[in-house]
């Protein structure tokens, strides 16, 4: 009997964003190949018998082709397992999952996708960023700052006479780059800006900084998002005029999130109730 394959999306880094079907369909997995990103907490979910594969890459390194990820998928799904492609964020948004689609289309491998948090919304929302608002923004654009070619296809001036919040997935420690075509496209040097690193995970990092300030940014540990755009002065004090473009990264103040086991989860529920539900 055939199996199935399960892209998931893992969400933004938190493990308590996971959506419920990314769960269940964890708890019943045969195989889980991985994105490197994808944090323990969220792995110890998939089944002691399961085979837990890192099929990622980081900084540009990879463990494996994307040929190769392909090949897995279909001959461990052919051989009857049910297989998790589990990836960081959402699957359909920077993630490759185009090419996997096609890749078991071809080999008529049943598959399903499982929607996630993708990262800009997990890092807005920690960072309390509206990336849309009335009177500031009317768009949004994510980008990404790899490509599978070395050429830009970016019209920059096109955006910037949007008035969109652009999102930068991936990118890069060069932002002297992307400050300079954002400023040749006409975009005001005090224009708000800020860097997420690790967005949402006890590790994450902001920095606020403007146009200008941009190309001094420091580089913070990755996987880093850049939010560029005028809602961010709705974002509070931390993204005040008098703020921007200083050294004042700050840090999450949230303590990290610990899966519990579903021993802990049945003690929780139990203890929580209240004296006539117990009685029942």
Request: proline residues 6%; contains cysteine; negative net charge.
């Amino acid at each position: 009997m055939t199996g199935k394959v399960y892209l998931v999306g893992a969400g933004p880094g938190d493990p308590e964003l996971l959506t419920l079907k990314a769960v269940r369909v964890l708890k019943f997995a045969d195989v889980v190949l991985h994105d490197d990103l994808v944090g323990a907490d969220i792995l110890r979910l998939a089944p002691a018998h399961a085979k837990v594969h890192n099929v990622g890459k980081r900084c540009g390194q990879k463990n494996i082709s994307q040929e190769e990820i392909n090949f897995l998928m279909v001959a461990l799904a052919a051989s009857g397992l049910q297989v998790v492609r589990l990836k960081g964020g959402d699957p359909l948004i920077f993630g490759r999952v185009g090419e996997e689609i096609a890749a078991l289309r071809e080999a008529q491998i049943e598959f399903e996708i499982v929607p996630g948090i993708t990262a800009a919304l997990g890092a807005a929302s920690s960072a309390q960023i509206p990336l849309t608002h009335r009177q500031s923004s009317h768009a949004l654009v994510f980008l990404t700052g790899h490509s599978a070619s070395a050429a830009d296809p970016t019209n920059w001036r096109a955006l910037v006479s949007l008035g969109a919040t652009v999102v930068i997935y991936m990118p890069g420690r060069q932002y002297s780059e992307v400050a300079l075509k954002l400023q040749t496209a006409s975009l005001p040097n005090d224009t708000p800006c800020a860097i997420i690193s690790r967005a949402t995970t006890s590790e994450e990092q902001v920095f606020p900084t403007d146009l200008e300030n941009l190309a001094d940014a420091p580089r913070l540990p990755a996987p880093t998002l850049l939010v560029i755009g005028e809602v961010l002065r709705h974002a509070g004090a931390r993204f005040s005029p008098e703020e921007l473009g200083l050294s004042n990264c700050w840090t999450s103040s949230e303590p990290p999130f610990v899966v519990p086991t579903e021993l802990e989860l049945s003690l929780s529920l139990s203890t929580g109730l209240g004296d006539e539900e117990q009685a029942v």
